[in-house]
């Protein structure tokens, strides 16, 4: 699932008639970079939720068999927040774990590992693996501490990458349509000892404004590889 739904405040005024992950860096948007690498990792069946701007999504990246893949939409109208928006796209994601991963952050994570880590929840008991990635600048506090593979509220921190596996389970609490935050569900989690993670070392950047979007597109554009992260 790539998470599609939000506003996008701080990237104003560019998101306010194009939806943030059509926000382009090196000539493409950001959400399609995330579909080309999960396709490359032979993840090809995707669920994309929205709300602003949603009929751009849709009327940009079409059924997916552009890219070989094959997308389903969850129209939103009003964004959920994540865990609001993951649980309302419940029915189109299955029974098994499924990754979520946010369509605002540039990264060079190898997509095809997010198989392993839904089998290896499948034959554990824990509801969540988390993708960590060192604290940036602009989040200097972090979120999460990572011990031996478990996930741990605690020092020193890092933060959330915003790339997760899930068991379905997880949301099922959640009435369809409603608003929720995914921060404590997992805290909750964390607490009964049920969250695995790993750090990310690679690449990564949240473009999260106009400024660091500018930055990233600058650097892409002038690189001679720009269609990969």
């Not at 000539?27 to 701007?53: E, F, Q, S, T, W």
């Amino acid at each position: 699932m790539l998470l599609s739904a939000g506003r996008g405040e701080r990237m104003r005024p560019l998101t306010d008639h194009t939806p943030k992950p059509l926000l382009q860096i090196g000539g493409v948007p950001l959400i399609v970079r995330h579909i080309k690498n999960m396709a490359r990792a032979g993840i090809c069946d995707l669920v994309i939720n929205h709300a602003h701007l949603g009929n751009k999504i849709e009327a940009a990246l079409g059924d997916g068999s552009q890219f070989g893949v094959h997308i389903h939409y969850s129209a939103e109208g009003v964004a959920l927040e994540t865990a609001g928006g993951i649980a309302n796209a419940l029915s189109l994601l299955g029974g098994e774990p499924f990754a979520v991963v946010n369509s605002d952050i540039f990264c060079d994570y190898d997509f095809a590992r997010l198989p392993e880590c839904a089998d290896a929840l499948n034959r554990s008991a824990d509801t969540a693996h988390l993708v960590l990635i060192n604290n940036p600048a602009h989040h200097p506090n972090g979120d999460f501490c990572l011990v031996n593979g478990r996930v741990v509220n605690g020092t020193p921190t890092l933060t959330f990458s915003g790339i997760g596996v899930y068991q379905p389970a997880l949301f099922s609490n959640i009435p369809r349509g409603a608003k929720a935050s995914l921060a404590p569900l997992l805290r909750a989690q964390i607490d009964l000892g049920r969250v695995r993670g790993e750090h990310h070392l690679g690449r990564w950047i949240d473009v999260g404004t106009p400024q660091r979007l500018e930055s990233l597109d600058n650097a892409l554009s002038s690189s001679h590889n720009i269609n990969h992260v």
